[in-house]
């Protein structure tokens, strides 16, 4: 994992390579992104560079000034690099059989079953998930495959450089409830884990023109400083976490970035040792681990003022909560910026103003067991400047004109419900669902967010409320004109006295703030 090449990368000369982890970080003001192609294990490999880039820049933890100076040098240095993976050498084997890399060896001897009688008494039984469950989308146990034909009857061995990818995603994605067999210990005999702590989240991360600038800007700064021989990557502890002791807490930047899984797995090799041909997963913790605040997730606040993480959700474009990223304290709003924005606030504006976001998302139930809707990754352009305090204006400005899409947004799907309940044909005395609702928002927000940036990039503030009036008043038409092409008069008359719905977002309105014209961000 440190030295053989696993991790595809696009270069900034627009070339594509592949690199360990070593070589991400000795090459990182060359490159300019990641280019893993799946965005839970992306944004999981993410959390693991940046603490690797902490170790690499010699530092326990990240301040301002540390951040400067790092962005200032422009590069980790080599040496530094180079040093850190020769101490650890050893802890980055993928199928290492004491200490594979981010896995838990123990688990054969804690799942397997010894048989106690019967004509194969004595023999050990293999007690693992079979490789269906590593790969993500690929069918295990009763599932249905996502990309391919395989099943568990076909248990096809997973390439080395995927099997780890699909590694980091389970450590940050794993559903939870029963794994499979139980793992016992000397206190536990179970077989349910907690879910792992990105599930069903979305997570959001400033993206600068290189992978360097990217692993600096990420790099999360603590209120405490961090307990040094307790703020360990689960590769830098000389022993194995004992999963019948004290649960852990993040003890400083390092662990609160790499050793917060719930799960415990173990890859098993073939014959060759280039692919993986089975796995173990169990739980890792017998309980779920104490909650700590994510630097890079979005809190709200339910009604009740109960605070819960944002959610992901597929097709949410990213544009709507721009503003809640940019925002320390919106007002009316009930979001709370990622703590990683406070962090970089004040990052020299020659680097900030080339920096965007880039949202990771993977719709999921959290619940024990539940499944998977699908992942996505979503950029910004550079507009994170807006984080700046001169930038205030500007920022305001992004927050109405985000409200001005959004106030179309509604009131199109309002208008469309409406014209539904009066047409549809009552089913056992209930109106059915509206088909109406999604069929808009698909049509509107693709259209909503490219004339977004638009109205950004030119910074035309006052058109917004035209410009997503009309792209709404478009989207009713052509749907109500597909449900009246039946000529029934009720649809027709109900179309057009709900159009004036969609016609109010159309009224002009200024977006312009009391500190006057500003740039666009």
């Known amino acids: 994992m440190a030295i053989d090449p696993w991790v595809d990368v696009t270069m900034t000369d627009g070339s594509p390579g592949r690199l360990g982890l070593a070589g991400l970080l000795a090459e990182a003001h060359r490159i300019e992104a990641l280019a893993v192609g799946m965005p839970p294990a992306e944004c999981g490999l993410l959390r693991i560079l940046y603490a690797l880039g902490l170790r690499a820049a010699g530092l326990e933890e990240m301040t301002g000034g540390d951040r400067y100076a790092l962005l200032e040098a422009g590069r980790f240095d080599p040496e530094l690099v180079a040093g850190y993976f020769s101490q650890y050498e050893g802890r980055f084997g993928l199928f290492d059989p004491a200490r594979p890399w981010m896995q838990e060896p123990r688990l054969p001897g804690q799942m397997d079953t010894v048989l106690e009688s019967g004509r194969r008494k004595g023999e050990r039984v293999r007690k693992s998930s079979g490789v269906g469950k590593l790969a993500w989308g690929r069918a295990s146990a009763t599932s249905s495959a996502w990309f391919g034909p395989f099943h568990d009857g076909n248990p096809v061995p997973v390439p080395a450089a995927e099997a780890a990818l699909h590694l980091v995603a389970w450590l940050w994605y794993g559903q939870g409830g029963p794994q499979g067999p139980d793992r016992t210990t000397k206190t536990q005999k179970k077989r349910h884990a907690s879910v792992a702590p990105l599930r ?47 649960l852990p807490e993040a003890a400083g930047p390092v662990s609160l970035l790499t050793a917060r899984a719930q799960h415990a797995l173990l890859l098993v090799p073939d014959d060759e040792r280039s692919s993986a041909s089975d796995l173990y997963v169990s739980w890792a913790w017998p309980d779920t681990l104490p909650a700590v605040r994510d630097p890079y997730v979005m809190w709200r606040e339910s009604e009740k003022g109960t605070p819960y993480p944002q959610r992901a959700q597929v097709g949410r474009s990213l544009f709507r909560d721009l503003d809640g990223l940019l925002l320390h304290a919106n007002p009316g709003a009930v979001a709370r910026r990622p703590l990683i924005m406070d962090a970089i606030h004040d990052v020299p504006a020659t680097v900030l103003t080339h920096v965007g976001v880039t949202a990771y998302g993977f719709e999921q139930s959290r619940e024990k067991g539940g499944g998977e809707v699908g992942w996505y990754r979503s950029a910004t352009p550079p507009v994170l400047v807006a984080l700046r305090e001169e930038e205030a204006a500007n920022t305001a400005r992004i927050a109405v004109v985000r409200e001005r899409a959004e106030l179309a947004g509604s009131r199109l799907v309002w208008a469309l419900d409406s014209v539904w309940k009066e047409t549809a044909v009552p089913a056992g005395g209930k109106v059915p669902p509206s088909p109406w609702g999604k069929a808009a928002e698909a049509g509107y927000w693709p259209r909503a967010e490219a004339a977004f940036w638009e109205i950004l990039g030119g910074g035309e503030w006052d058109s917004a409320p035209e410009a997503f009036g009309r792209i709404a008043l478009d989207v009713y038409d052509r749907l109500t004109r597909e449900a009246a092409d039946a000529d029934d008069p009720r649809t027709v008359r109900a179309a057009v006295v709900h159009r004036r719905k969609v016609l109010s977002a159309l009224r002009t309105g200024s977006v312009k703030t009391d500190q006057g014209k500003g740039n666009a961000a």
């Open 200 to 246: 069903g989240l979305v997570s959001y991360h400033p993206t600068g023109r290189t992978l360097f600038e990217t692993i600096v800007l990420g790099i999360p700064e603590v209120e405490e400083p961090p307990e040094v021989d307790a703020d360990l990557a689960p590769w830098e502890a000389d022993v194995l976490p004992d999963p019948d002791g004290t």
